[in-house]
């Protein structure tokens, strides 16, 4: 009943920006974190930002002072602000929620469908 819809990616040359966008909707009766993940071809899938919902954020090394995440709680929407850009940063971006469905249930992992980011060089 949970689903996660993403919108933002695309095409970008090098030094360049764009942001991702992510809404939670369905069934949440509490969202514990939200993050954006990234798989590049050949490579497993790492964590590049995460947001608690106290305003907690961490970063992957590889993209602090150039990525953003912040949330829009009454819309349980997570964004990533990416900038200047490296064609290192090329990879499908997959949006990441922990969210409990009702009272009393556990608290479980929800994926968006990802979306790519390609960066020119």
């Known amino acids: 009943q949970v689903q996660l819809v993403e919108s933002g990616g695309g095409l970008v040359q090098a030094g360049g920006s764009l942001r991702l966008s992510c809404a939670a909707s369905g069934s949440i009766f509490r969202i514990n974190t939200m993050g954006w993940y990234r798989q590049a071809p050949g490579k497993q899938r790492d964590a590049v930002a995460i947001?608690?919902?106290?305003?907690?954020?961490n970063y992957a090394d590889s993209v602090k002072g150039r990525f953003t995440i912040s949330r829009d709680a009454a819309k349980n929407t997570v964004y990533l602000q990416m900038n200047s850009l490296k064609p290192e940063d090329t990879a499908v971006y997959y949006c990441?929620?922990?969210?409990?469905?009702?009272?009393?249930?556990?608290?479980?992992?929800?994926w968006g469908q990802g979306t790519q980011v390609t960066v020119s060089s």
């Open positions: 947001i608690t919902s106290g305003g907690t954020t």
């Open positions: 990441n929620a922990k969210i409990q469905p009702q009272v009393l249930t556990r608290v479980s992992d929800y």
